[in-house]
Structure formats: C-alpha cells, structure tokens
C-alpha cells in the first residue's frame, strides 16, 4: 500500500527476471565471501536467503513484532510513516559471529540501524549492509560499510 509522500522503488522486475536475480546475488557474493546473512522480512530475505544457499552459509531472519517463536530481543525505531519494532530470536547469532545486513531498498536507514542495534545486543560483528536500491539513509549506518546496487 502506498502511503503519501513515501518513494516506492519496484522491485518486481528483477525478481520476474531470472537472469537480473541471478546477477543480484552474483554481485553480492562478489562482495562478502563467508557471512552469515542478516535480513528483514519480506524483501530482503529474498535476496539474502539465495545469497546464502550460494555462499553455503547460515541465514538470520529479522521479523516484525509477533513473528518469531521462541525468546527473542527487540529493537524499536521511527520509520518514514510512523514506529516500528524489530525481533530476532536470542539465539540466532553467536557472540563475535561476523554478519553481513541485507535488505532490499536503503530508504532512511531506519530498518538498518535497528538490525545494527540488534547485532549488538547478540555481541555480533556487522562487516557492512547490502541493498539493491540506495535512496538516502546512508549517513545513519556508519561507520557501517553500505554496498548498493543502484542509486537514486
């Protein structure tokens, strides 16, 4: 659903087209070699989920409140169009495991910085984040390395 004066940039095309799928995840795994995938529902566990079957890696699921089983930790952060809190389960990641973030679109780093936080409660190491579409958002990630793919 559209909301009023949110940028929506569509996916749908690279993910109908085998071959652009094929190059997404080929350039993301010219990148990182061995990390662990670390992505938020919905879009970027479709990129993160092929990156991971391709590396031979684990792969971390990032939901929405309500979403996982199980003890989880929580982050809560303001977005384009209100709040929102994100969940990972306790045991997802091991201390000092070097993961790599992915999601689909970088809109104002909001989603990001909340995995970041998370990542730090679990004392992993986040080596950098991935996204297909880069809009703005990027100054709230570092000293976290971003790679994107296009940039609006």
């Known amino acids: 659903m ?3 004066g949110i940028l929506i940039r569509d996916i749908c095309p ?3 087209n085998p071959g652009a799928l094929t190059a997404v995840i080929d350039l993301f795994e010219e990148r990182e070699c061995d990390l662990c995938p670390v992505c ?12 991971a079957q391709r590396l031979g890696v684990g792969f971390v699921l990032v939901r929405k409140m309500g979403k996982l089983p199980g ?6 952060h303001n977005l ?4 929102a809190e994100v969940k990972i389960q ?7 495991q070097k993961v790599l973030l992915i999601d689909d679109l970088l809109a104002t780093g909001g989603n990001l910085c909340a995995i970041c936080e998370l990542m ?3 004392n992993a190491e986040v080596m950098g984040c991935m996204v297909v579409i ?3 958002g990027v100054e709230k990630l570092k000293p976290n390395a971003l790679f994107s793919l296009e940039k609006y």
Do not use: M
Request: hydrophobic fraction near 45%; charged fraction near 25%.
């Open 134 to 136: 880069e809009l703005n």
């Open 71 to 76: 003890p989880t930790l929580s982050v809560a």
């Open 2 to 4: 559209a909301v009023k």
């Open 40 to 51: 938020l529902a919905a879009q970027g566990f479709l990129f993160g989920s092929l990156l």
């Open 80 to 83: 384009e169009y209100g709040e």
């Open 14 to 16: 690279i993910l109908k």
């Open 120 to 122: 730090k409660k679990q």
């Open 90 to 96: 306790e045991d997802a990641v091991a201390p000092e």
